[in-house]
């Protein structure tokens, strides 16, 4: 049996989420003030809106915090999975904010009310530059990470809706048209969703032990099967053990047996080929048939 474990070490967010949070939870405080002030039910509903987003940040970054913990007593692994869960999390909120925008935008079909007006513009155009800002402090670590993923999302769906609270007041206080608003509301929406949907998805299949989908599983497979010695392959599993790191096992069949280079060499090569850091193998001389229940 031989094993390894990535060394890779991970960008370090904490200053990105620090700022993304101090940033935020100041604009909450404004668009409370502001809001009460103007007597602005669209201020409210976003103050709370962001409110929910400064939650997710809080939420991702003590995962990623955890995550970083080294394995002890029962939890083998770590807590690296509790990125995962984070990232179903935020997800959720997300389609809890969507729901929001949305209930706020039919009331508003049913009972027009004017834009608060320039007082409104500006603060929300204040909210544009701040998660805008702090949605670019995530913008390269969302490829790799779904919870810097998750955390991009709510940053440029604020901007997204604060930008759409800033074009509405504009274009009604030129023509006048009420529904404007909540017309831009439902646009939001559909952009929102787009990103969350697949947010939300990702991060099932990963709950479930999933192949990434980055990794192409018969890719894997051939490149085992390619090595030199390796007559045939079987019990092959990749899953993520967090949002960043992933996992394989395989038994491999050598009839002339291996040595330690074989297998340091093959390490090397599926994580410079996959990305694949953490593996496993077992090593047998010719495949063992035997009766599974479930899929070997």
């Known amino acids: 049996m031989a094993h390894s474990h990535e060394h890779t070490t991970q960008k370090n967010y904490g200053k990105a989420f620090a700022i993304g949070i101090g940033l935020n939870i100041a604009f909450v405080a404004v668009e409370i003030f502001y809001g009460l002030l103007a007597n602005s039910s669209a ?3 976003d103050a709370g809106h962001n409110a929910s987003d400064v939650l997710s940040l809080i939420f991702a970054w003590a995962a990623i915090r955890l995550a970083s ?3 002890k007593g029962k939890y083998t692994y770590g807590l690296r999975k509790t990125t995962i869960l984070v990232s179903i999390l935020n997800a959720l909120l997300l389609f809890g904010a969507v729901i929001a925008i949305g209930w706020d935008a039919v009331g508003k ?11 409104v513009m500006i603060v929300a155009g204040i909210g544009v530059v701040i998660n805008t800002i702090t949605a670019l402090l995530f913008m390269k670590g969302q490829k790799d990470d779904l919870n810097i993923k998750g955390a991009f999302l709510h940053m440029a769906a604020d901007a997204g809706v604060s930008l759409g609270v800033v074009a509405a007041g504009l274009l009604i206080n030129l023509t006048g048209i009420q529904w404007i608003d909540p017309v831009m509301s439902f646009i939001i929406i559909l952009v929102i969703l787009w990103g969350t949907w697949r947010l ?3 991060s099932i299949d990963l709950a479930l032990d999933a192949v990434p989908k980055q990794i192409k599983l018969d890719k894997v497979r051939n490149f085992l099967l ?3 010695g390796v007559n045939d392959i079987h019990d092959l599993h990749v899953w993520a053990m967090s949002t960043t790191q992933i996992a394989l096992t395989a038994h491999l069949i050598m009839p002339k047996g291996f040595n330690d280079e074989f297998i340091s060499e093959l390490q090397k090569k599926l994580e410079h080929e996959f990305g ?4 496993t193998f077992q090593i047998e001389n010719e495949r063992i048939e035997k009766e599974c229940k479930t899929d070997c």
């Open 200 to 202: 939300f998805t990702d």
């Open 109 to 119: 079909f049913k009972n027009p009310e004017p834009v608060a007006g320039t007082q």
């Open 226 to 228: 390619s090595q030199n």
């Open 69 to 71: 913990i080294k394995p």
């Open 43 to 45: 201020l409210l509903a």
């Open 276 to 279: 694949i850091g953490h593996t």
